[in-house]
T-cell receptor, first 115, second 112 residues
Framework: GAVVSQHPSWVICKSGTSVKIECRSLDFQATTMFWYRQFPKQSLMLMAT?????????EQGVEKDKFLINHASLTLSTLTVTSAHPEDSSFYICSAEQGARYGYTFGSGTRLTVV | GENVEQHPSTLSVQEGDSAVIKCTYSDSASNYFPWYKQELGKRPQLIIDIRSNVGEKKDQRIAVTLNKTAKHFSLHITETQPEDSAVYFCAASKRGNNDMRFGAGTRLTVKP
């Protein structure tokens, strides 16, 4: 089955700094990847759709200048949280779809804590 | 856009009993309905899915039913075990549209 690797699994950073999260499809090519955010005890909220070779599509209310997405290749998408603030602390998860047979596969998630 | 509602938010059952989680969706064009199990701090794992051309699908102790007319689908877990305890999310999307929306989640606790 499809495997999606996400790094780092957790990160602590100071307010005002930037953090980059990587999402890799290990055994398949993903023209589209998705970035979700999950607050404690809440559901997954789609932040943006990452498209290889083009600009990401952001959901309403998500600041594209704050959450920079780069889909540089068919196996790698990155999410950079710029000028992080404590309210950005959350669990960020990426996902990708290998094909209709496998559905969506999620990365292991990144727990971001901004202090 | 699609709106998915999920009930109940918490569910507690005795080991061996059945558990049922229900979801409704708003977009009649949605045609793919997966269910995910998420343990604390871990990634959601797909446990079963159903497409709109099927009314029911079963995989061992897990089954999903879909009522397209009423726009609701349900997850059924039989003979529950303590390891079934987790948060379960339903989702809906239009295949090929890459736009999956999740329900709010149900925290299932199976008491031994």
């Amino acid at each position: 089955g499809a495997v999606v690797s996400q790094h780092p699994s957790w990160v602590i950073c100071k307010s005002g700094t930037s953090v980059k999260i990587e999402c890799r499809s290990l055994d398949f090519q993903a023209t589209t990847m998705f970035w979700y955010r999950q607050f404690p005890k809440q559901s997954l909220m789609l932040m943006a759709t990452s498209n290889e070779g083009s600009k990401a599509t952001y959901e309403q209310g998500v600041e594209k200048d704050k959450f920079l997405i780069n889909h540089a290749s068919l196996t790698l998408s990155t999410l950079t949280v710029t000028s992080a603030h404590p309210e950005d602390s959350s669990f960020y998860i990426c996902s990708a779809e290998q094909g209709a047979r496998y559905g969506y596969t999620f990365g292991s998630g990144t727990r971001l804590t901004v202090v | 856009g699609e709106n998915v509602e999920q009930h109940p938010s918490t569910l507690s059952v005795q080991e061996g009993d059945s558990a049922v989680i229900k979801c409704t969706y708003s977009d009649s064009a949605s045609n793919y309905f997966p269910w995910y199990k998420q343990e604390l701090g871990k990634r959601p794992q797909l446990i079963i899915d159903i497409r709109s051309n099927v009314g029911e699908k079963k995989d061992q102790r897990i089954a999903v039913t879909l009522n397209k007319t009423a726009k609701h689908f349900s997850l059924h877990i039989t003979e529950t075990q303590p390891e079934d305890s987790a948060v379960y999310f339903c989702a809906a999307s239009k295949r090929g549209n890459n736009d999956m929306r999740f329900g709010a989640g149900t925290r299932l606790t199976v008491k031994p």
